[in-house]
């Protein structure tokens, strides 16, 4: 018998590739500063471990940079080691900076998030080559072509993954047909977690892992050795070299993960295409998407903000050299911190989501303050009075709509609705001498708008008159020593104070047609057909809303049923809803009262009244007390306008376990519905695959707008949908159902119905139950216009600024950028050339155009992948980012 004889009827070792990382939720359970004293002693101990014992071949740090950002915070020393560690390849790290959560969360949070990443780990040489997702609840449908546009071929997944993928290799691809090789982790990311002391009983656990898994593994063997905050064990090297000296059959690497992923096998391994949020392996957990319901809203608000308002208008309205770059990643650090999957689906602990709504109030603060004074730039180049305002459009669609505007003067422009008015003279109060000489000298000085003011005795004659001086003063030394006068002369007289104001009015006027990134100088209101409304019912002359007094329920046009209120109970935690055994649903309510809060012409708003008996909590599988709630919902309606905005507002305090949601009649019995996610609207049917640890339920996410049966539903965070109403063979359904409010009190349940195991720490939670007023904002638009469209006419307002004077030489109407043919997502500066991000979400291809400009297209690193002159093709469901040079269009 030869050599090769011998080789040829054994079954050569198979390889097991063992990668060592720690999974660091960076605040979940416990706040970040008590996972981060853990994450000083996790390094502090395993970068000499590395340095000294070379059989510890390597450690992957999270796939994100936050873990060595938070640890240099503490150990800026610690750098250069680090640095060298990573230039040998013993430590990888990136490409995120943080792992987000997918769904929750906008495409440009997710393009940020990795830009970031690799900005911080080029410091140490670079990112991992892996788009390393671990622990996502659930996958985007566009995550493989966001990560093919910054050059990576491998995705790692484990949630999500559906009962079709039979191998632990599969194509994953993106709709516009982007295609990763995405290494699916059968048992997550801790199949290897902590590896015993002991060669025989690790080369058991794998050969038991192997065997267990069966036909699903494809080619080497992948041992993620590490979990949830888990400390390394530094016996790793000597006990994989004492288990290859067994011999038993398999042949143990320490390794990077992009080792591991580039010698998998990619031959005749199954395909996907889109999104990734099946139950059938692991929990998906999708119940994230309607807890803390104010933490999603503060989210979208920050982004908006930023996306929508602060980054255009600086980008295109601040000379290059003055673009807010430092301010700018502060606010997005803030919203990239925030992403992180524990931190922006809440199920954590009341202090780190206290964190979370502080982040997105701080990045909202930056942008806010960014977008007035990116406006102010603007309105200075205006040459029209600067009492004039000047409307800005930050979207790409030529557009016009409603705005609130401020005049000096009395007099309501014609076709405008008064909103609030300050006249010329009032009575500010009457008090005695000693209270007025307090309050002129504490507040009137402050009270720029205030002319002058009078002093009356009780009889009508003035005692005292000021004029503001020129230079601003109001009460002088002079007048404060006249004041002190009258306090020691007659105390305790009554007095009548009056002031002189410049008179102004705020004001509603409709206007028509603003350029898409461009402005308007008001020249006078356009007059589509007025709102009109009575107790019972809003017109405009496109749609008619009438409220149902019996409950409070509306039509539009004719369409009855919206703003059923539905309440039930909910004995499930932060991550999945679970109704009680013994569920009570309250749908009626007992008292409907409606009254009209604006009537016309500009806008109109008809506010419904209704009182509800809630169950107060729910004990022993059974909802139990009542509680009086009163929900106060209005419903707004403008001029020239096809949608009706409708804001609820409750105070739930006194009302816990429970899941509220509002019921959306559809126009058309719909199979499915379109919901926006990152970059794309994704199709759905009606159920959800769901597995032998969690149920299936078709409750998904949609970020901005949800589309089924001819009713779109455009929302300020209020991310959670499900079609119900369903027909008895499920292809159909007659209604959506849309979460205002999910309260519960544990982080994690133990076992419970809708879901066999925990999903986290079984800790009582207060902040979940949401014991405070909650608000929410949604609109509904009958008609089949573009989703994307209709959310930024209800949620993206025209803003107002004001000319210039007659220094300016600026035009009354301009724009300053003009992108068609396809959704906008971002306009910034990147080395001071304006940067443009489109995204086409449409089965068709389509030509983007950038009127009068030329650049370049670069892929998501910043590369350069095409040159450009005005336009450029864009396939279906494509992303592009284009460059633009300095040269102005005609
Ligand atoms: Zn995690």
């Keep these: 018998m030869t050599d090769s004889e011998v080789s040829a009827g054994q079954t050569p070792p198979r390889r097991v590739d063992i990668v060592p990382h720690t999974h660091w939720d960076r605040e979940w359970y416990l706040p970040y500063q008590s996972f981060r004293l853990k994450l000083v002693d996790l390094l502090d101990g395993l970068l000499p471990q590395l340095e000294a014992d070379p059989s510890y071949a390597h450690f992957l740090l999270d796939g994100q940079m936050a873990v060595v950002e938070d640890y240099l915070q503490v150990r800026p020393q610690a750098e250069e080691r680090l640095r060298a560690l990573a230039a040998t390849g013993r430590v990888a790290m990136g490409p995120w900076y943080a792992l987000p959560d997918e769904f929750l969360v906008s495409g440009e949070t997710l393009v940020r998030n990795l830009q970031r990443g690799r900005r911080v780990a080029a410091r140490f040489g670079g990112a991992m080559d892996v788009g390393y997702l671990p622990d996502m609840f659930g996958h985007v449908a566009q995550m493989p072509q966001i990560l093919r546009l910054f050059g990576y071929e491998h995705a790692v997944v484990w949630r999500g993954v559906p009962s079709a993928i039979d191998r632990s290799g599969f194509h994953w691809s993106a709709p516009d047909g982007s295609t990763v090789r995405a290494e699916y982790l059968p048992q997550g990311y801790g ?39 888990l400390m390394p064990q530094p016996w790793l090297g000597r006990v994989v070299a004492e288990a290859n000296a067994l011999d038993a059959g398999y042949e143990l690497h320490i390794c990077s993960l992009a080792e591991h992923v580039q010698g998998a096998p990619t031959d005749g391994l199954p395909s996907w295409t889109g999104e990734l949020r099946s139950g059938a392996r692991a929990n998906l957990l999708m119940g994230v998407g309607s807890n803390r319901v104010d933490i999603k809203q503060a989210a979208a608000i920050a982004e908006r903000s930023l996306e929508r308002q602060a980054e255009p208008l600086s980008a295109l309205f601040l000379p290059a050299d003055h673009w807010p770059e430092a301010l700018l990643d502060e606010a997005w650090l803030e919203v990239i911190r925030n992403s992180a999957h524990d931190s922006i689906c809440a199920c954590s602990a009341d202090e780190v989501c206290a964190a979370v709504v502080h982040r997105f109030a701080e990045a909202t603060q930056i942008a806010e303050g960014l977008t007035e004074r990116a406006l102010a730039a603007l309105g200075a180049t205006v040459a029209v009075d600067g009492r004039v305002p000047v409307l800005v459009n930050t979207s790409s669609r030529t557009r016009g709509g409603v705005v609130e505007m401020r005049f000096p003067g009395a007099t309501v422009p014609d076709g405008c609705q008064l909103v609030s008015e300050r006249p010329a003279q009032r009575v500010l109060m009457d008090a005695t001498a000693v209270e007025v000489a307090t309050i002129m000298v504490s507040e009137l000085e402050y009270a720029r708008s205030i002319t002058a003011f009078s002093i009356d005795a009780a009889d009508g004659t003035e005692v005292i008159h000021v004029e503001r001086e020129t230079a601003g003063t109001l009460v002088t030394p002079l007048v404060r020593s006249d004041l002190a006068a009258l306090r020691t002369s007659r105390p305790g007289e009554l007095m009548r104070i009056r002031v002189a104001n410049r008179p102004a009015v705020t004001v509603l006027g409709h206007v028509a047609d603003v350029p898409g990134f461009g402005w308007q100088a008001w020249t006078g209101g356009t007059t589509p057909d007025s709102v009109t409304v009575d107790e019972l019912r809003l017109t405009n002359g496109t749609l008619s809303v009438e409220v149902n007094p019996a409950d409070g329920t ?78 106060r919902t209005t419903l707004e309606l403008h001029a020239g306008d096809d949608l009706v905005r409708v804001h609820v507002e409750l105070d739930n305090h006194g009302v816990r376990d429970h899941r509220l949601r509002v019921h959306l009649p559809l126009p058309q019995r719909a199979t499915g519905s379109v919901a926006e996610c990152a970059f794309a609207t994704v199709s759905r049917g009606l159920v959800a695959e769901g597995g032998p640890t969690e149920q299936g339920l078709a409750t998904y996410p949609s970020r901005r707008f949800v589309s089924a049966g001819g009713l779109t539903v455009a929302h300020e965070g209020l991310l959670e949908y499900e079609l119900i109403d369903l027909d008895d063979d499920v292809t159909s359904a007659g209604t959506l159902a849309l979460t205002l409010l999910r309260c519960t009190g544990m982080l994690s349940q133990g076992p419970m119905a809708t879901r066999a195991l925990p999903a986290g720490p079984l800790t009582p939670l207060e902040a979940p139950q949401s014991q405070h007023r909650v608000e929410a904002r949604f609109a509904l638009h009958i008609g089949g216009r573009n989703p994307y469209a209709v959310v930024d006419d209800a949620f993206l307002p025209l803003l107002v600024t004001r000319g210039g004077g007659s220094a300016a030489t600026g035009a009354a109407q301009g724009q300053a950028l003009s992108v068609t043919g396809a959704e906008v997502s971002a306009v910034t500066r990147e080395a001071g050339a304006v940067q443009v991000r489109v995204f086409n979400p449409s089965a068709e291809p389509t030509t983007v155009t950038i009127d009068g400009r030329h650049g370049w297209l670069l892929d998501l690193r910043g590369r350069p992948v095409a040159a450009f002159e005005g336009h450029f093709a864009l ?16």
């Excluded at 046009?557 to 909910?570: P, T």
């Excluded at 009680?580 to 009209?596: G, S, W």
């Excluded at 396939?875 to 005609?890: E, K, M, V």
Aim: charged letters at 25%; hydrophobic letters at 40%; one cysteine or more.
């Design 191 to 229: 199949n290897g977690a902590l590896v015993p002391d002991d060669a025989k009983a690790l080369v058991r656990r794998i050969s038991e892992f192997e065997e267990e898994q069966g036909e699903l593994l494809t080619g080497p063997i992948l041992w993620m050795n590490g979990t949830d905050h």
């Design 875 to 890: 396939g279906p469901w494509q992303i592009a980012t284009a460059t633009l040079d300095d040269r102005r269009g005609p």
């Design 554 to 631: 509306f039509s539009i046009d004719g369409l009855a049923g919206f703003g059923r209120l539905v309440d039930g109970g909910d004995i499930g935690d932060t991550y999945n809803w679970c109704p009680p055994l013994a569920e009570t649903l309250v749908d009626a309510p007992l008292t409907v009262t409606t009254k009209v809060i604006e009537a016309g012409p500009v806008r109109g708003r008809l506010e419904v009244l209704r009182t509800y008996a809630l169950p107060t909590q729910v004990e022993d599988q059974a909802r139990v007390g009542s509680h009086t709630v009163e929900v």
